[in-house]
Structure formats: C-alpha cells, structure tokens
C-alpha cells in the first residue's frame, strides 16, 4: 500500500485532483462558516446581477448569492455521492463475493440479477425509483446507490474469481474456516484495490448523475441548492445573465475531471506494480 | 325581430372595421408558417384547451365574435336579440355560410351544436357554461331562439354566443378525430406530433379571407428552438410561448402581440385545512403578495399586477384593490397577530407546486422566501401530471398557484374554475363554506337595471373576495402570446388569445 501511495504522489495530476477535492470537501463542510450569507436568503433588488466582489459568481433571479449557492450545493453533491457509494458498496460487494465465491447456481442468479440491473439505463432507473419515493436528497442518494450496485458487484466477482483458487485461500478452508472466514478474511482484503478504484470512479458518476436528475428537474426539490438544478434553471438566463448556469457548470465538470483524474491514477498505482517506480517511489524505497 | 337597444346586426361598423383594415394595410399572401409548443390533440371546437387554442379559430366559426375590448361583434350570427325579460336570446344566422363538406350552416346545425354542447358526456369545456338554457327552438332555418332557465343577464348570454363554434352535423360524431367546421381554413395534413397544415377555404363566407392561402403549423419541443426557428426565418410566428423568451425577442426587433385574454395567478387557499380555516390567517396573505416581483421573476414582467382575479377589460376590474392589498408585511404580521395562531401552526402546511412549470416554480420559491420573513416555514410540494391534476381537482392541498380563465368575460364565469365554483366546489367541499361569496355570485347573475345597480353587485362580489381571501390574486400573465416576424401583418387580437389566422398577412 505504501508503494502504491508512493506512485500515486508522483501523479502530479493526481495530486492536484486530490487537493482540488480535498479543498472542495472542506468548503463543504465549512459551508455555514465560509459562506457571507444563506443559500436560501433572498434579496429581491439585486437580481440577476453580473459578478462583482459582493457576489463573485453573480446572483440568480431571486437576488441568492450564486457563489454560496454553489459551496451548499458541493455539500449536498459530496453527500449524495458518499451515500451512494456507500449503498452501492454494502450491496453490491458481498453479491460479488458470493457469487464468485460459490460459483454455480448462487453465481449464476446473483449475476443475472446484476445484468438485469445493468441493462437498465442508470438514469432511467433512478428516475422510475423517483417516480415512486418521490423527490428528496434521500431518494436521489438511494437511486443513485441502486444504480452503481452492478459495478461493485462485477468488480468483486471477478477479483474473488482470481482469489479463490489461491493457496492461502484454499489453507483458510483446509484448516477448517468458514466460507464467511474465507470471504471476509482472506479474500476481501486482498480484492481492495479495484474496488477502491471504484468507489472513486463510482463518486463521479454519482456525483454527474445526481446533476443530471437535478436538471431534468426530478432531483433535489427546490429551493435546497443543488448544481444541476443551478444549471436546469441557469439555462433559462442564459441571456441575461450567462454565468448563472455556466460557473456552477464550470465547478460540476472540474470536481467531475479531479475524479476521473485521481481514479485514474489509482488505478495504474494499483494494478501496475511491476513497472518501474518514479523517482519519488525509488527514493522512498 | 325588434331591434333594439340590444339587438345587434351585421354591417356596424366594428365588423365592417377588419376588412377595411386588411385593404388598407394592403396586405399579401402565402404560406404562414407558426411554431406551436404541444402538438394539437382535438379538433373539437369545444373542447376549449389552450393546446387547440392554435385551431379552433381557423378550423370553425363562433355564433359572435369580441372586439379586444369586449364589445360583441356579429359572425355566424348576423344578429340577435335578447329578449326584454332576458329569458331567451333569438338569433338570426348570415346568409350564404358553408361548411368544409359543403352543406350549408342553418339553424339546425346549430341545434345539434347546442345539444351536444348541452351533453355531459359531450360538451367538453362548454358543458358548464350551458348550465344557463334551458331549451331552443328551431325558427326556420336561419333563425334559433334560446330559453334560459332564469333570467341572465346581457353580458352573460353574449358569451354563451361567443363560445358556441358551429358544427357540422354530418360530421358531428367524429369532430374529435377530423374537423367539421365552417372556418376559414381546411385541414389538410396532420403529421402527429410534428405539423398541421391547414389550406384556405375557398367558399369562405368573410370577404378577401384569409388572406393567406396555406397555414403550417410546426411542433417544436421547447421555446428556445421555436425562438432560434423565427430568427433564422423558418417560421414568421412563434405562438403560445413563454415570456421570457418572447421579450428577449421583442428586443432583437420581433413584434410581441399580448391578447385582451390572459390567465390570472391565484394563489389557491384550502379554506377547509390547518392554518387556512382561520380568516385573519387567509387575509394576511393578500398583504404578503409581492405581485410585482412574482411578475417579474415568473413572468419577465409581461403582464400586470392584480389583487382580484380579473382581466383589465372584465367589467368587474377594480385596480383600487391593487393598491389596497398592496405588498405589506406590516400589515400581514398585524393579521397574523390577530389569528391567534402560533408560529407553529402558521407553518403547518406545505404549498403544492406544479413541478414541470418553471414559471410556478420560481414564484413558489419567491412566496415561501417571502413567508420566510415573517416566521411562516413551510416546504414545498412539487408534484407534476396526473398526481398533480389529482391533488389539485381533488382538493388535496393546502395552497398552490394556479392560473384562472374566464376572467375578461362575464364575473361570473370565474365559477368555471374548481376553486371559484360556487356548487360542486372539490376543494371547498358541499355546501361551500362561504356563504357569503355564493350570494354575492348570485347577485351578480340576478341584477338587471342600471349601471350603477350592476356596479354595486360587481363591488359586493370584490369586497367579498377580499374577505374571504380563498383566492389570493397576484398578476395577469399571458397564455397565447405572439411573437411575429416584422414582415407578419393583420394580426387580429383574440378576446381567448387565440390563434386567429384569417387576417394575418404579408407585408413585404
């Protein structure tokens, strides 16, 4: 793990992802202390105003401070990530354990269930489970989660697969352990790393896809901040005030780039262990 | 027939005023293409819906017409009289009209009109408003005399007359599917979900209309291609688009036509639930309207501010209301106070919201940032299509914005909407908790004399709104609005806003 971390340190796109997300994970959660005003206070005289150092990123129509807007709505898109990887993860980690764990029928079903899933257009999905929750942060977090269970799923089935045949399996099993003991203690442990890689990867589409529900205008119900109901609503201004829909735009696809970059990065630093080691890696090592 | 004071004929001068106006303006045809924004769904005439608002004055002819300012103008109808006790208005039909199949309008088509529109089952939009006759009867084949169960005043038995399009009878039963009217145009092509093509109708009664030979009505999907496809010249007309879009392309030098027929915004109180059965609670929200920032941010300012829900030509418009209910939270806070509510129960209620409209969206927001401010928090309830129309027929909400029609027209009419509905209220509930707002509809259908006794009814009916405050008016808005290219002339004002094709041309 260290000699992954290593690798990763001499990305220096990876590094700057990492910091970009680390500072937007602060803003986040310093939100209520960083930002001069509520996102919901509204002020009626000042519409629509272009940028200027009382409102950096202009206001909307309702005189909200568009800035603020987008640091309160960063919080709500990290949160709907976490907690969509973190659905995704629960569920679709242990199905990918037991089915290549077993293998036979219990793979079989379990895998066909996943590609049922899989077949669906993930934004079709959540906006049928939508249709039936109803909209609120929570429902979107769930759709969203329900969405990425099949990639967590296939992920771990095919890293058990390579596992399950190993020696140190197959002693976990001749000394008499529980298949539980095998999966959670021998297995799960090694199979980490593309799963780390897609809890990265998984935040990204999450994070799109909770814009994209949010601009078709079946996410977040306003007037709670969200980035792609700032867009959705942005576009109708796109006139008088282009930057109502494009700086919000602008953070989406930055905080979108900084997870791609860094999943990227993770997953060569992971898988690519027999390359050479950068200079930083060779020093350390 | 006795031709009286109210007894009107062709050839006065207002009808006689649109074609001279036509030559004048010199004016050349062609093909007229519009950009439409829901593809059309009937070819009923009665089945009154703004998504046939493009059709119906081009496909058939109404009894009378309204000039913008609400004086009625002959049509079908060459003239007609109403009766002294105004019990029964006799109608005299114009000569020479013909249908698209080519049977002649007479007195019988318009009894089969008449009977469909008096059918439950059949009447569509118009049902309501028939509520008022009794029976007809067949005078030759020109003439028709209507009977109304009371008497009915003047102006409510002309818009009787200006909502009755005549229908062919031999294609009555199948009006829906295929047009069977006497209008101007004829339907010649149908692309479902993409145009309608409409021809001119060559033994047209109205002299030198339409003057344009074809009419192509385009579907777009949204306002911002249907503007982009009237600057770059693929259509002259963008109709029923939104303001927003419609200024901005006012400024770019199109020419924006606002109707004499907008909607008006009613904040809908259920009177029958938490908070809202308390007066003084109802009546502070009359203070807490900011209608010119609703108008402004939901409607990019086209329209105008209103406290009661009329139509500047309704005869019931009263604008010292808008100054009375003006935007003051000093005087909602001191009716708040007065409730007697708690700051709890003040919040214990949720606005229901029409998810899909942007429009009603932004002013919600607007309303609850402003409730905000005087400690009332409550949520929003966006919900959109059949759960939407559920909630709000079935009187399943506690508030809402809603659009009311009918309001340029007779006061009354403001009873074809669900919260207005004097009997048979699905929000209010049966009998309608206020008995005071049915008897001053009452009276407004029941005051016959001078103008000063039509007044005082008409005043009565405005305090009375006031008090009861289950209907918050906050601002006119149009629905039918009109972008047109400059080349576009002859555009004819509609009193419902609607499309009217038949003297629209080419200048240049």
């Known amino acids: ?285 | 027939m006795r031709i009286g004071r109210r007894t009107m004929l062709a050839g006065l001068p207002l009808l006689a005023a649109y074609p001279a106006t036509l030559k004048a303006a010199g004016l050349k045809g062609g093909t007229l293409r519009v950009a439409i924004l829901g593809d059309i769904n009937n070819f009923d005439p009665q089945k009154f819906t703004q998504a046939n608002f493009a059709l119906i004055k081009n496909l058939y002819d109404s009894l009378i017409e309204y000039s913008p300012d609400g004086t009625p103008i002959p049509s079908l109808a060459a003239g007609w009289t109403i009766a002294p006790d105004n019990m029964s208005v006799s109608v005299v039909l114009r000569e020479g009209v013909v249908f698209a199949s080519g049977n002649a309008l007479d007195a019988a088509a318009v009894a089969a009109t008449l009977k469909k529109a008096a059918d439950p089952a059949k009447g569509q939009q118009v049902y309501a408003t028939m509520s008022i006759v009794r029976d007809w009867t067949v005078d030759g084949p020109r003439g028709i005399r209507l009977n109304f169960k009371n008497r009915v005043p003047d102006r409510q038995i002309t818009d009787l007359l200006q909502f009755i399009s005549v229908i062919d009878p031999a294609g009555i039963d199948t009006v829906e599917t295929k047009p069977a009217g006497s209008g101007p145009f004829v339907l010649a092509e149908r692309a479902l979900g993409q145009r309608v093509r409409m021809t001119a109708n060559p033994r047209y009664w109205r002299d030198r209309q339409p003057v344009v030979t074809e009419v192509v009505l385009t579907v777009f999907g949204d306002n911002d291609s249907a503007s982009a496809a009237l600057e770059s010249g693929a259509v002259d007309i963008v109709y029923g688009g939104g303001a927003r879009a419609a200024i901005r392309l006012r400024n770019a030098g199109f020419q924006l036509i606002q109707g004499p027929g907008p909607l008006v915004q009613v904040f809908r109180i259920n009177a029958t639930r938490g908070p809202f059965r308390n007066a003084k609670f109802r009546q502070a929200f009359n203070f807490m309207m900011d209608r010119a920032a609703i108008l402004r941010v939901g409607y990019a300012g086209v329209g105008e501010v209103t406290a009661l829900p009329w139509a500047p030509s309704s005869p019931a418009a009263d604008r010292s209301y808008d100054k009375t209910y003006a935007f003051n939270l000093d005087r909602a806070k001191a009716l708040l106070a007065e409730s007697g509510l708690s700051p709890a129960e003040m919040s214990a209620w949720k606005l229901l919201v029409n998810g899909g409209d942007q429009d009603s969206l932004a002013i919600s927001q607007l309303v609850q940032g402003t409730l905000a401010k005087v400690g009332i928090n409550i949520q929003l309830d966006l919900k959109q299509d059949s759960e939407l129309v559920d909630a709000m027929l079935g009187g399943k909400f506690d508030a809402l914005f809603g659009g009311v029609g009918n309001v340029q027209k007779f006061p009354t009419r403001i009873g074809t909407n669900s919260i207005y509905r004097t009997s048979g209220n699905a929000i209010l509930g049966e009998p309608n908790p206020f008995p005071s707002y049915v008897a001053a509809m009452e009276r407004v259908n029941t005051t016959f004399g001078s103008g000063d006794d039509i007044r005082a009814a008409y005043d009565n009916l405005n305090k009375v709104l006031a008090d009861t405050s289950f209907g918050i008016a906050t601002n006119t808005y149009d629905i039918g609005l009109l972008v047109a290219s400059p080349k576009v002339g002859g555009i004819t004002p509609d009193i419902d806003n609607m499309l009217v094709a038949r003297t629209i041309g080419f200048t240049g």
């Open chain 1, 1 to 285: 793990m260290q000699v992954s971390a290593l690798r990763l340190l001499g990305r220096p796109g990876a590094i700057l992802a990492a910091a970009f997300l680390v500072l937007l994970a602060l803003v986040a959660l310093a939100a209520g202390l960083l930002a001069p005003s509520g996102p919901l206070e509204q002020d009626l005289s000042a519409t629509l105003e272009p940028l200027s150092a009382a409102h950096p990123f202009g206001t909307d129509e309702f005189g909200r401070d568009i800035l603020v807007r987008v640091i309160y709505g960063a919080r709500s898109s990290l949160l709907t990530a976490a907690g969509a990887v973190l659905i995704a993860a629960a569920v679709g980690v242990p199905i990918g354990l037991v089915a290549g764990f077993f293998g036979g029928w219990r793979d079989a079903m379990l895998m066909r269930a996943v590609d049922v899933l899989l077949s669906l257009p993930a934004i079709l999905l959540a906006m049928a489970l939508i249709a039936v929750l109803g909209r609120s942060q929570a429902a979107a977090l769930l759709a969203v989660g329900i969405t990425g269970i099949p990639s967590f799923a296939r992920v771990t089935r095919a890293q058990t697969l390579s596992l399950r045949t190993r020696d140190f399996v197959m002693a976990v099993e001749a000394f008499g352990g529980s298949a539980t003991h095998a999966m959670v203690r021998a297995i799960l442990p090694n199979a980490w790393s593309p799963i780390l890689v897609q809890i990265v990867v998984l935040s990204s589409i999450a994070i799109l896809l909770e814009a994209a529900l949010a601009f078709l205008g079946v996410g977040i119900p306003p007037p709670a901040p969200s980035w792609g109901e700032m867009l959705r609503t942005g576009k109708t201004y796109l006139y008088e005030a282009p930057t109502y829909a494009v700086l919000p735009g602008a953070v989406l696809t930055l905080t979108i780039l900084a997870l791609d970059t860094l999943g990227r990065a993770l997953a060569t630093a992971l898988d690519d262990r027999s390359a050479p080691l950068p200079e930083i890696e060779r020093r350390a090592a």
